[in-house]
């Protein structure tokens, strides 16, 4: 129904930047918001950013100021932008996308997950 492609995750020393993107396909009618994820190890799966279809964007604490999310609504698509990154941003990140499908109620879709790792 809904796919999601995410990339950019990869390795980086703390004080570096990554840029993650996620793209969404599918029979979509409407995306209505779009987020990204992260669990680190041993931890539970919290939303580091949103941004809804009207622009309203929201982040966890922790990352506020250093990790911009941006969408282009022409391509399905969103960014995170991460800088200064801390060896505590280590973990596995989600795109999630809550979308109209045709013929099925709004629900939300997630991505497979890209690893980001910060040494230090």
């Known amino acids: 129904q809904v796919q999601l492609a995410e990339s950019g995750g990869g390795l980086v020393q703390a004080g570096g930047s990554l840029r993650l993107s996620c793209v969404a396909s599918?029979?979509?009618?409407?995306?209505?918001?779009m987020a990204w994820y992260r669990q680190a190890p041993g931890k539970q799966r919290e939303l580091a950013a949103s941004?809804?279809?009207?622009?309203?964007?929201n982040y966890v604490d922790s990352v506020k100021g250093r990790f911009t999310i941006s969408r282009d609504n022409a391509k399905n698509t969103v960014y995170l932008q991460m800088t200064s990154l801390k060896p505590e941003d280590t973990a596995v990140y989600y795109c999630?996308?809550?979308?109209?499908?045709?013929?099925?109620?709004?629900?939300?879709?997630w991505g497979q997950g890209t690893q980001v790792t910060v040494s230090s």
């Open positions: 941004i809804t279809l009207g622009g309203y964007i």
């Open positions: 599918g029979s979509i009618v409407s995306i209505l918001a």
């Open positions: 999630m996308t809550t979308a109209r499908v045709m013929g099925v109620p709004i629900d939300d879709y």
